[in-house]
């Protein structure tokens, strides 16, 4: 397992513990949440049974009870109508001798496919957990799920029967760059950073896309082969990853589509108008469940206020899909598209995401790691018909020690060039954000690139901190989302 200690540590300290432990494990579809527990708990394991996406409650039973059978071969032949009597089977067995040591594991993956609607799945565990398995000293029960939203409303924060039972939760995130490179070096692929960078914006961190890449490739013939060639695995990834997250997805998907056409993020006004969908619960509710599962990020203004916010479309293949893969374009070779001008531009943007996922690395580079930090957008529109100035910085760090932080970003395969009209624009944003945000903190001016800025006399006495690539890569500790 390729990085998630502090996850693994999470896992171990509740195998350790002498209490009934109730963990939950949530995150991206396609980020390594079967294979992390499978690993690491492997020799725990008493029960691993799986939901089955779109089947009915009958098809679930039927398949929760070979699984029993396969674990447990002195299960009797009996017919589980309900779900109460599967979790009255599953007592039984429990309650039978057992040769593993120490901890017992249940492992129970695709929770959210397995509650189908009035199939009384939830409440049937509910009874379980609290009449049986909470008194089991020696019981670890994990359930997990890809549907993040949907573990999060009905065990994280349920109101039911499960309301202050979980006593851990892990929420997996996809790989940062740092652990991209780690994966790739186990799997004796020798990229350096630039490739790891040109597959991270097309994949992201997802371990099942990164799975893919062959040796000898380059990231650009692996993006071909598996995303343009009607055999590759990511060719149809699309149409049915939202479809396998979201009951009735048609709204998620617009939401979506919507966000692709915008780098600077969008309000949800402007979410609403382009997508075509009135303002109500339902539009509500989806938003939420696409920034509860990672595919959605909210950036709030630098006063912190939710009217100021923008959301940005964050997941990288979502993004990847909607620019080159849903077009005609799509049907010609990648390896040509990657070597023209608009693949040039696009770069720049998605290089700009990427560095917006790694701020805590951006902030170690330049020295306050340990300073509280609120990283924001900020933008000023002219009013039409007036000598005002506008002016748009997609990062900035707003620090406690009365400093901030405006974060240029600039994507280029040499050192960076400032040159006169470039240092112009510049000191201009830096003159209008002191203007109009009504900020006196002292500025500083951060460049952020892959490979540094070009000493000259623009730079000098405008540049405060430079970001490389490498610093991207700066291995990090992440702190598991738990209890």
Same mark, same amino acid.
């Given at each position: 397992v390729i990085g998630r200690g502090a996850e693994k540590r999470v896992l171990a300290t509740a195998v350790a513990s002498r209490d009934p432990e109730l963990v939950a494990v949530y995150?991206?579809?396609r980020a390594g949440k079967t294979f992390l527990i499978r690993e690491h708990l492997k020799s725990q394991i008493v029960l691993e049974v799986a939901g089955i996406h779109d089947q009915s409650t009958a098809v679930q039973l039927a398949n929760i009870l070979m699984s029993l059978r396969k674990a447990f071969p002195f299960v009797p032949l009996v017919q589980c109508r309900t779900w109460l009597d599967a979790f009255e089977l599953l007592r039984h067995c429990l309650d039978q001798p057992t040769r593993i %040591?120490? !901890?017992r594991v249940i492992f129970i993956d695709e929770f959210p496919w397995l509650a189908t609607? %009035?199939?009384?799945? +939830?409440?049937?565990?509910?009874?379980?957990?609290?009449?049986y398995a909470s008194r089991q000293r020696d019981l670890a029960v994990i359930v997990c799920g890809s549907a993040a939203a949907w573990m999060i409303r009905h065990i994280v924060d349920s109101r039911g029967g499960l309301h202050n039972r979980l006593t851990r939760r892990i929420r997996l995130e996809p790989f940062r760059l740092d652990e991209v490179e780690q994966y790739l070096k186990y799997r004796?692929?020798?990229w350096d950073q630039r490739q790891i960078v040109m597959a991270y914006m097309a994949l992201g961190g997802i371990p099942h896309y990164l799975n893919l890449i062959q040796p000898g490739q380059s990231a650009?013939?692996? $993006?071909d082969a598996e995303c343009f060639r009607s055999a590759g695995m990511l060719h149809d990834e699309y149409r049915n990853l939202y479809a396998a997250l979201f009951e009735s997805c048609d709204t998620h998907e617009a939401i979506v %589509?919507? &966000?692709?056409t915008?780098?600077? =993020? &969008?309000t949800r006004d402007q979410v609403l108008a382009g997508a075509r969908l009135s303002s109500g619960g339902g539009v509500t509710k989806a938003i939420e469940e696409l920034q509860l599962s990672g595919f959605v990020t909210e950036t709030f203004s630098l006063d912190k206020k939710a009217k100021g916010s923008l959301m940005r479309l964050t997941d990288e293949f979502s993004v990847f899909y909607w620019h080159w893969m849903h077009s005609a374009a799509a049907a010609k070779s990648w390896l040509r598209q990657s070597a023209g001008r608009r693949y040039d531009a696009w770069c720049g943007y998605a290089f700009e995401a990427v560095c917006f996922k790694h701020v805590s690395a951006i902030c170690r580079a330049i020295g306050i790691a340990d300073v509280e930090t609120h990283a924001a957008s900020w933008r000023y529109v002219a009013e039409t018909g007036t000598d005002d100035e506008g002016a748009q910085i997609d990062l900035l760090l707003d620090r406690a020690d009365h400093c901030i932080n405006i974060c240029e970003i600039k994507f280029s395969d040499k050192p960076f060039v400032i040159t006169k009209s470039c240092a112009q624009e510049l000191e201009r944003k830096l003159r209008v954000f002191r203007?109009?945000? =009504?900020? !006196?903190?002292? &500025?500083? +001016? *951060?460049?952020? *690139?892959?490979? =540094? $800025?070009?000493?000259?006399?623009?730079?000098?006495? &405008?540049? *405060?901190?430079e970001v490389v690539l490498n610093d991207l890569f700066a291995s990090q500790q992440r702190p598991p989302d738990r209890i």
């Amino acid at each position: 397992v390729i990085g998630r200690g502090a996850e693994k540590r999470v896992l171990a300290t509740a195998v350790a513990s002498r209490d009934p432990e109730l963990v939950a494990v949530y995150g991206r579809r396609r980020a390594g949440k079967t294979f992390l527990i499978r690993e690491h708990l492997k020799s725990q394991i008493v029960l691993e049974v799986a939901g089955i996406h779109d089947q009915s409650t009958a098809v679930q039973l039927a398949n929760i009870l070979m699984s029993l059978r396969k674990a447990f071969p002195f299960v009797p032949l009996v017919q589980c109508r309900t779900w109460l009597d599967a979790f009255e089977l599953l007592r039984h067995c429990l309650d039978q001798p057992t040769r593993i %040591k120490g !901890k017992r594991v249940i492992f129970i993956d695709e929770f959210p496919w397995l509650a189908t609607r %009035k199939s009384g799945f +939830l409440a049937a565990f509910d009874n379980f957990w609290n009449s049986y398995a909470s008194r089991q000293r020696d019981l670890a029960v994990i359930v997990c799920g890809s549907a993040a939203a949907w573990m999060i409303r009905h065990i994280v924060d349920s109101r039911g029967g499960l309301h202050n039972r979980l006593t851990r939760r892990i929420r997996l995130e996809p790989f940062r760059l740092d652990e991209v490179e780690q994966y790739l070096k186990y799997r004796r692929i020798r990229w350096d950073q630039r490739q790891i960078v040109m597959a991270y914006m097309a994949l992201g961190g997802i371990p099942h896309y990164l799975n893919l890449i062959q040796p000898g490739q380059s990231a650009a013939q692996c $993006i071909d082969a598996e995303c343009f060639r009607s055999a590759g695995m990511l060719h149809d990834e699309y149409r049915n990853l939202y479809a396998a997250l979201f009951e009735s997805c048609d709204t998620h998907e617009a939401i979506v %589509k919507v &966000l692709a056409t915008s780098w600077s =993020g &969008l309000t949800r006004d402007q979410v609403l108008a382009g997508a075509r969908l009135s303002s109500g619960g339902g539009v509500t509710k989806a938003i939420e469940e696409l920034q509860l599962s990672g595919f959605v990020t909210e950036t709030f203004s630098l006063d912190k206020k939710a009217k100021g916010s923008l959301m940005r479309l964050t997941d990288e293949f979502s993004v990847f899909y909607w620019h080159w893969m849903h077009s005609a374009a799509a049907a010609k070779s990648w390896l040509r598209q990657s070597a023209g001008r608009r693949y040039d531009a696009w770069c720049g943007y998605a290089f700009e995401a990427v560095c917006f996922k790694h701020v805590s690395a951006i902030c170690r580079a330049i020295g306050i790691a340990d300073v509280e930090t609120h990283a924001a957008s900020w933008r000023y529109v002219a009013e039409t018909g007036t000598d005002d100035e506008g002016a748009q910085i997609d990062l900035l760090l707003d620090r406690a020690d009365h400093c901030i932080n405006i974060c240029e970003i600039k994507f280029s395969d040499k050192p960076f060039v400032i040159t006169k009209s470039c240092a112009q624009e510049l000191e201009r944003k830096l003159r209008v954000f002191r203007a109009r945000s =009504g900020r !006196k903190q002292t &500025l500083f +001016l *951060t460049m952020i *690139t892959p490979h =540094g $800025i070009v000493p000259n006399q623009y730079s000098e006495g &405008l540049v *405060t901190n430079e970001v490389v690539l490498n610093d991207l890569f700066a291995s990090q500790q992440r702190p598991p989302d738990r209890i």
